[in-house]
């Protein structure tokens, strides 16, 4: 109650608007980085939805979801993409990103 009396006068949309742009410059960004360490690295073209996917951190299960796959047709191209990497968990995959 207190947040809608001080904020009454204050339009919550230019605060979420405002946001935005830095996510999709981050996103952007990201996606930039993995296309390069996928091109790299010649990764498949699935390995590399794939490896996006892993980047932005979500899940085997919600990966198979959104490219409408299995959950072993994810984990075999993330076991690909490991060996290709030269790494063994997903923070080294994070870490190789942000370095990049």
């Not at 207190?2 to 996510?23: H, R, W």
């Not at 409408?68 to 690909?80: A, C, E, I």
């Amino acid at each position: 109650m207190v947040t809608l009396f001080l904020f009454k006068d204050k339009s919550f949309k230019g605060l979420i608007d405002e946001a935005e742009p830095q996510n999709s410059q981050g996103e952007a960004l990201l996606s930039s980085r993995c296309k390069d360490v996928a091109a790299l690295h010649q990764f498949t073209s699935r390995e590399g939805e794939v490896f996006v996917l892993l980047a932005q951190g979500y899940t085997i299960a919600v990966i198979s979801e959104k490219l409408f796959v299995s959950d072993n047709t994810v984990k075999s191209h993330v076991k690909s993409i490991y060996q290709k990497l030269g790494i063994h968990t997903r923070s080294e995959l994070i870490e190789l990103v942000n370095e990049k």
